[in-house]
């Protein structure tokens, strides 16, 4: 395998470990400001029926960024081993694919946080 292409996935996946601890954090900043918003309004019973849905969903992400999380870690580790290889591998097709599917779900995650933020913003804009 090239090790320069083997680096530069090490290098893209501490980027994504990046953004996902960023986002994290901010999850539930944005769940506190619309918890405090709802508990000072006082909600009618759909809308308290959409709040109740946007939390749900918060919990998926949240959980699908903590595993996300423990794929990269477990990507990275592999990538680690890989590095200090001494032979060219025969098998490297299973390392570019291993980082195409984890790109992948990390590309979902991402789609989703933003699809759950804006949820998050419309439904206070609209309560």
Not at 2 to 12: A, G, H, N, T
Not at 61 to 69: A, G, I, K, V
Not at 72 to 81: A, I, T
Not at 92 to 110: A, G, K, P, W, Y
Request: glycine share 0%.
């Amino acid at each position: 395998m090239d090790y320069r292409i083997l680096e530069l996935f090490i290098k893209e996946n501490d980027a994504w470990d990046d953004m996902i601890r960023r986002q994290k954090v901010e999850l539930p900043i944005l769940d506190a400001l619309v918890t405090n918003i709802v508990a000072d309004k006082g909600l009618k019973e759909d809308s308290n029926r959409v709040f109740i849905h946007l939390k749900h969903e918060m919990q998926e992400q949240q959980r699908s960024m903590e595993e996300l999380t423990m794929e990269l870690e477990k990507q990275q580790l592999f990538l680690s081993s890989e590095r200090r290889r001494k032979n060219q591998d025969p098998y490297s097709i299973d390392t570019f694919n291993s980082q195409n599917i984890l790109r992948n779900r990390i590309r979902d995650v991402e789609k989703n946080f933003v699809e759950l933020k804006c949820n998050y913003l419309n439904y206070v804009a609209t309560i």
